[in-house]
């Protein structure tokens, strides 16, 4: 038995260098060849090589068509704040408007008046300390000017003047 022992710890082992020098090879072949397929365009991932040349120039960065809007102002509106002191609040908005719809909601004015006025006369001041008011406000009339002029034609509101006195 000693014998099978001593073959065992006399037989050299391999070392397994051929394996990992195969195989950074290949990967580095693979890195190769993948940033030559995707710089050269070969790939359909993303713009075919005409659409990039049409869209930007070299060495400047892409830049896509702003939407056709319009603004629609509203009048400053100064509501008294529910309180036991006397506190005003000056707002003053404007609606971004899909150029298409701009008359139909510039003809209902009076109407987002009304419920800007309604809803600004309810707020208490507690609701008016908090750091996220101003965005809550925001969306509170946002969602109700959409339905009183018709969902989608007004993209958001934007606000101009929020002054607490």
Known sequence: MTDATAEQAEAPGKSGKTGLIIGIVLALAGAAGGYFLTTSGLLPIGATKTEKSAEH????????????VEFVDLPPVIVSVNTSDSRHLKFHAQLEVEAAHAAEVEAMKPRIMDV?????????LSDLQDSLALMRIRGHLHRRIGMVVGEGRVRDVLVMEFVLN
């Open 116 to 124: 800007m006025n309604t809803y600004l006369r309810a707020i208490d």
């Open 57 to 68: 120039t070299p060495g400047e960065s892409p830049v896509s068509a702003l939407p056709v």
